[in-house]
């Protein structure tokens, strides 16, 4: 039966494919693929896991006390039929042989599976079944995890046969899990919970693929291999569609792509408006290999590059001074001489670090995250891990432009404490006879204080990077991850444009330069507002630059610049944008 779901727009195209439903559990599932030639080692540690948790169970019944209660016998006895029934088990190895999945992965997979079959049981005695298959599959992804050196590597995601396009469901997507499935063989995603700005949505836009978040049900609704349609323009998912709305939107599909590659046309013209003005079109990367992505699609430097997740997916351990050196070093060879922007480690709110300590991990407690000891709060925190990072920073300049930039700055004696802190790791630096260049010091402007008192943290930065995403959610006090409150995450609200364009006009005074890093920039319905602003530098995921390069080259600056003052005067600022710019775009200028 053919049904639709309703969610989020937040990564534009078409997606055609089977569902794989990535299942939520109380344990932590890894998620990576396995290499054809680890298939049947990997069936078999997924049976020695099986077999472990057979053997600790045999042990509880055979040694309960006389007076034990029989309802405990005979509940173990559940639970030992269970864990030899072909349809765990058995199936679980189906996955491992189709999808390639890890053992964990395809043990949850066949549980969600399983999980469904239960809940449309009418006796209620059976349904109720269901509890007991949750609990033994738990302890046999304990058994898993207790056994990590069995583990295989983890291979690079690709098609492994040339099977049906996969798309991932899930409630949610973990951080460190969107790492693992980039360039993955999953063509979109689907999610219960996030919005336009949640890492989910932010990392779907980088790999260019559709996406639609925030649907609340259509990790219960969609079953595994359910034929799905994603419309990532119009936030709607249709499951096993008819064959007329399969064509129609195949058909979608084909003129999304020509799209696509019309606008890879673009790569090598460099970005001037139509009155003269040049653009710099920088990339966000996450991980050394999206230079080269970056250098493919054009961009003019790395605006942002995510250091956190170098911390990610390490099982708590933090990467030594010496790795990250390494990475930063490798990222700054591959952009050939542009400038390459690393952001120290962004750790909190929806990015937290997976196996932590009680002391590295204090913030992850508290009852708002996105307030608590995350970004620079925990650099801070954490001097030693702080100047480690800073050195393999400044190390990498050696090797090219390398700039500094500091997350959620909010105080005067943090960029302070920064400054002491980088002549520190200077000297030890020298000391150690170790290269580099001077590295110029940016901060982010996220918290509006920051935005605010601009003027002060001026003479003490070269520069400034403005993350929208962050500084809509502190503005509007909204929870840019949850659903519930994502129709109010409105980057057109009065407050938020004051914001940035006297946060742009403040750094073009003071003859600093100034770029816009959030998801904004990468958006082409904004462009035309951030050039009217006087913004020069926008910052975005490479598979972005192509569509906003259009825009850049279709636009009048000077022209844009007369529609500002009353967009940012209008209560209605969307409505303001929408007809003023319109006119500006048919040469007619700005409406007086």
Not at 517 to 546: N, V, Y
Not at 559 to 584: F, I, N
């Amino acid at each position: 039966m053919s049904f639709q779901v309703f969610g989020i727009p937040v990564s534009r195209g078409v997606a055609i494919g089977r569902a794989v439903l990535v299942a939520s559990s109380r344990v932590d599932v890894a998620h990576y693929f396995v290499a054809p030639d680890q298939i049947q080692p990997e069936i078999a540690r997924l049976l020695r896991g099986r077999d472990a948790v057979v053997r600790e169970l045999e042990t509880l019944r055979d040694e309960l006390p006389e007076d034990a209660p029989h309802e405990l016998a005979a509940l173990l006895d559940v639970h030992l039929m269970l864990l030899h029934d072909e349809a765990l088990t058995g199936s679980a190895s189906q996955w491992i042989v189709e999808r390639h999945y890890n053992a964990e992965w395809a043990l949850s997979a066949q549980l969600e599976v399983l999980a469904r079959q239960f809940d449309e049981m009418e006796d209620d005695y059976l349904r109720e079944r269901k509890a007991d298959l949750e609990q033994v599959v738990e302890r046999v992804l304990g058994a898993l995890a207790h056994a990590q050196g069995d583990a295989p590597l983890p291979v690079t995601p690709r098609d492994f046969g040339g099977e049906d396009p996969l798309l991932l469901v899930a409630a949610d997507i973990a951080p460190a899990d969107m790492i693992q499935f980039k360039r993955s063989v999953f063509r979109g995603f689907i999610t219960d919970i996030g919005g336009k700005t949640s890492h989910t949505a932010i990392v779907a836009r980088s790999m260019d693929i559709p996406a639609v978040v925030g649907t609340r049900e259509a990790s219960r609704l969609i079953m595994q291999d359910d034929w799905v349609i994603i419309d990532g323009d119009a936030g709607t998912v249709i499951v096993n569609p008819s064959p007329i709305v399969l064509e129609e939107y195949r058909f979608r599909q084909r003129q999304s792509e020509l799209e696509r590659a019309r606008l890879a046309r673009l790569r090598h013209t460099p970005a001037v408006t139509l009155d003269g003005e040049h653009v710099e079109l920088h990339a966000n990367i996450e991980l050394p290999a999206d230079a080269e992505a970056a250098v493919g699609a054009g961009a003019t430097g790395v605006g942002l590059f995510r250091s956190e997740f170098l911390f990610m997916n390490r099982e708590g351990e933090l990467p030594s001074e010496e790795e990250q050196f390494l990475a930063y070093k490798a990222a700054v060879e591959s952009m050939r001489g542009m400038p390459v922007t690393i952001r120290t480690v962004d750790i909190g709110a929806d990015k937290p670090l997976d196996r932590l300590t009680v002391n590295e991990l204090r913030h992850e407690h508290t009852l708002n995250p996105a307030m608590g000891l995350r970004a620079i709060r925990w650099s801070l925190a954490e001097p030693s891990m702080f100047r480690q990072q800073l050195r393999a920073i400044y190390r990498a300049s050696a090797f090219g432009k390398v700039r500094l930039l500091i997350p959620m700055v909010a105080h005067l004696a943090e960029v302070r404490q920064i400054i002491e802190t980088i002549k520190r790791v200077q000297q030890q630096l020298t000391d150690a006879g170790h290269a580099y260049t001077r590295v110029e010091l940016g901060v982010m402007i996220e918290i509006p204080a920051a935005a605010v008192m601009l003027p002060l943290l001026l003479r003490h930065v070269d520069f400034v990077s403005i993350g929208t995403n962050d500084l809509i959610q502190y503005t509007l006090a909204i929870d840019r991850a949850d659903e519930s409150v994502a129709h109010l995450y409105d980057p057109w609200h009065p407050a938020v444009l004051q914001l940035l364009a006297q946060s742009i006009a403040q750094a073009r005074a003071a003859g600093k330069s100034v770029s816009v890093c959030g998801e904004m920039a990468g958006d082409p319905d904004f462009t035309e507002l951030l050039l009217s602003m006087g913004l020069r530098s926008f910052s975005m995921h490479p598979s972005q630059i192509p569509a906003v390069k259009q825009k850049v080259l279709r636009s009048d600056a000077q022209r844009l610049a007369g529609v500002l003052p009353r967009l940012l005067q209008s209560e209605d600022p969307r409505a303001v944008a929408e007809k003023e710019l319109a006119v500006v775009r048919s040469g007619g200028g700005a409406i007086h």
